[in-house]
């Protein structure tokens, strides 16, 4: 098994994107990249703790690659976008990879760049960051796979 961890916006579709991949046998949402240990997402949305919502990701890379989840990962959010996905904004909503091995950086470096050169986003500047991953604080339970427990596909109607 090995470890992703992504932010791309609200957390709960961003999981339920993830879960669907085959080879994925696992995800946990949660807040990353701030300074303030253990957050809540009270404080997390309240913009006083400088973390990202993110998810990671434990995947079986006999059936899934890296470089497949981040595919994945470029299509399900605009990657243009500074602290902000669809209506919700904030750093907290911040575009990330979040690597954790220097092959991560190298293949999120790359994909960044292929995508860059693709021409699919016009002019438009990539706001992702790519860094290392940091100390990744589990989100409360009843954010777990919340879209499937509320019987939602999507965060925004």
């Given at each position: 098994?090995?470890?992703?961890?992504?932010?791309?916006?609200c957390?709960?579709?961003?999981?339920?994107?993830?879960?669907?991949?085959?080879?994925?046998?696992?995800?946990?949402?949660?807040?990353?990249?701030?300074?303030?240990?253990?957050?809540?997402?009270?404080?997390v949305?309240?913009?006083?703790?400088?973390?990202?919502?993110?998810?990671?990701?434990?995947?079986?890379?006999?059936?899934?690659?890296?470089?497949?989840?981040?595919?994945?990962?470029?299509?399900?959010?605009?990657?243009?976008?500074?602290?902000?996905?669809g209506?919700?904004?904030?750093?907290?909503?911040?575009?990330?990879i979040?690597?954790?091995?220097?092959?991560?950086?190298?293949?999120?470096?790359a994909?960044?760049?292929?995508?860059?050169?693709?021409?699919?986003?016009?002019?438009?500047?990539?706001a992702?960051?790519?860094?290392?991953?940091?100390?990744?604080?589990?989100?409360?339970?009843?954010?777990?796979?919340?879209l499937?427990?509320?019987?939602?596909?999507?965060?925004?109607?």
């Amino acid at each position: 098994m090995e470890r992703a961890t992504f932010a791309a916006g609200c957390f709960w579709g961003v999981e339920a994107e993830f879960r669907s991949v085959k080879g994925v046998k696992e995800t946990a949402v949660g807040y990353i990249g701030g300074d303030v240990p253990n957050p809540t997402y009270e404080q997390v949305c309240a913009h006083m703790t400088g973390h990202a919502e993110a998810v990671e990701v434990h995947f079986d890379p006999r059936v899934v690659s890296y470089e497949q989840l981040l595919d994945v990962f470029w299509k399900i959010h605009d990657p243009t976008q500074v602290n902000r996905q669809g209506p919700d904004f904030g750093s907290n909503y911040r575009s990330a990879i979040l690597y954790h091995s220097p092959e991560q950086q190298k293949a999120a470096q790359a994909s960044l760049e292929k995508l860059h050169k693709s021409g699919k986003l016009g002019d438009r500047k990539i706001a992702t960051q790519i860094v290392p991953a940091a100390p990744f604080y589990r989100a409360e339970e009843y954010h777990q796979r919340y879209l499937e427990k509320h019987g939602r596909a999507a965060c925004h109607l």
